[in-house]
């Protein structure tokens, strides 16, 4: 079943950009090379966000089209359907960041049955991202304990309407036949996630794999929660969904432990990080009999080791257990390439109101900045293909 594929050709890479697209994406990727402007664009943007001030033009035609789908469904459907021409499914999120009201909550639970219905319509095969946060304050799941909420009535009232909004999300997912993934976030809110996301994939994961968590590998603790999670499904008979990702939140979890005098949840470096990432994928890959898995992943070497993996164990079905996922414009040479080679492959796709998707965007830039070598690697497999192309 040997299938070599080659992941750094940019003609695959890039063919679904044209050549103006191409040189936008040379563009603003020029600009992230340069910390001093991601700083100032970072501060530009946060103004803009306080004040209401009139550059929404400026940041859609710039890093929002670069990285969003567009401010809308009807948007979305454009570029999904432009994924969907080149094999590459999609992973559909309304990112809707920071706004903590009850009627914001409820609009957002009604965006992601939307959402479902959605991509039900389009693609079966793509997927539905669900932030846990835009369900509930992070600072009450915080406060929560699931082993003794049954002595506090109102808490216990209050989470069992988050539970049935999480319940209402699996069940219309199942009764579509769309996957969701439950995304990661702090730690502070982690365990509260886990215990729900666990119980959803007990109810509705029996027949086939519908409801997935993420695992952040960057916490030191997910390589035990991951061998205890599926010690618990062989005893329970049921299928795991995990998708996983290194983490998005390093700064933000060690200022947070430090603020409260804590052990920092994550790593103290990159290379325990990746050793933990990647020796997860062995162990999800080892039991691909009960467990689907998402890789989540711009590292080349993953990738590469989660094929020769695949390989070695004989996965004859992987398309349909093993997923390979990058965010939309970020390594494209991964994304395409891997959908050539028949992996399956899908872009996580946001789409939303610019002004709501700039916390997203400045996490990407910020990102992109500090993994080392990211933007420099991003860049240079841009402007090979525009030589490609006699541009």
Same mark, same amino acid.
């Given at each position: ?241 995990? /998708?996983? *990702?290194?983490?998005?939140? &390093? =700064? @933000?979890?060690?200022? +947070? ?5 804590? $052990? ?82 899908? /872009?996580? *796709?946001?789409?939303?109101? &610019? =002004? @709501?998707?700039?916390? +997203? ?5 910020? $990102? ?24």
């Amino acid at each position: 079943m040997e299938n070599k594929i080659d992941l750094n050709n940019v003609q695959v890479a890039f063919k679904y950009k044209s050549n103006s697209d191409l040189k936008k994406a040379i563009f603003i990727y020029n600009l992230l090379q340069k910390p001093l402007i991601v700083k100032s664009l970072t501060k530009l943007t946060n103004l803009v966000l306080k004040y209401k001030l009139p550059f929404k033009y400026f940041i859609r035609k710039t890093v929002f089209e670069i990285f969003c789908a567009g401010e809308n469904r009807k948007k979305a459907r454009l570029t999904m359907n432009h994924l969907k021409q080149h094999h590459v499914h999609t992973v559909l999120d309304y990112v809707a960041e920071g706004d903590k009201s009850d009627i914001s909550y409820e609009r957002n639970l009604e965006t992601i049955l939307e959402n479902i219905q959605f991509v039900s319509q389009e693609n079966k095969e793509s997927f539905v991202g669900v932030k846990l946060s835009g369900l509930e304050d992070v600072d009450f799941i915080e406060s929560v304990n699931m082993e003794s909420i049954s002595s506090d009535l109102a808490k216990q009232k209050r989470i069992a309407d988050f539970i049935y909004k999480v319940d209402e999300i699996c069940q219309l997912a199942l009764e579509k036949g769309v996957k969701v993934y439950f995304d990661a976030e702090e730690r502070r809110t982690q365990d509260v996630y886990d215990f729900i996301v666990e119980k959803m994939m007990v109810k509705y994961n029996a027949e086939s794999v519908i409801v997935y968590n993420t695992l952040q590998m960057y916490m030191k603790d997910r390589i035990t929660y991951l061998r205890n999670i599926i010690e618990n499904a062989k005893e329970t008979n049921t299928k795991l969904g995990v /998708k996983l *990702v290194r983490g998005a939140y &390093v =700064e @933000k979890e060690r200022e +947070y432990a430090k603020f409260k005098g804590v $052990e920092s949840p994550v790593f103290e470096n990159k290379e325990y990080t990746d050793k933990a990432f990647n020796e997860a994928v062995e162990i999800c890959l080892i039991e691909h009999e009960i467990i689907n898995t998402c890789l989540a992943t711009h590292n080349q070497l993953s990738v590469e080791k989660a094929i020769e993996l695949i390989q070695k164990l004989k996965i004859e079905d992987h398309y349909n257990k093993v997923y390979f996922s990058q965010l939309f414009g970020m390594s494209d040479n991964l994304t395409f390439n891997l959908a050539q080679g028949r992996y399956n492959a899908s /872009k996580y *796709v946001p789409y939303g109101e &610019v =002004e @709501k998707a700039i916390p +997203y965007l400045l996490r990407r830039a910020e $990102e992109n900045s500090s993994i080392e070598g990211q933007v420099s690697r991003e860049y240079e497999l841009l402007v090979e293909e525009r030589k490609r192309r006699m541009l």
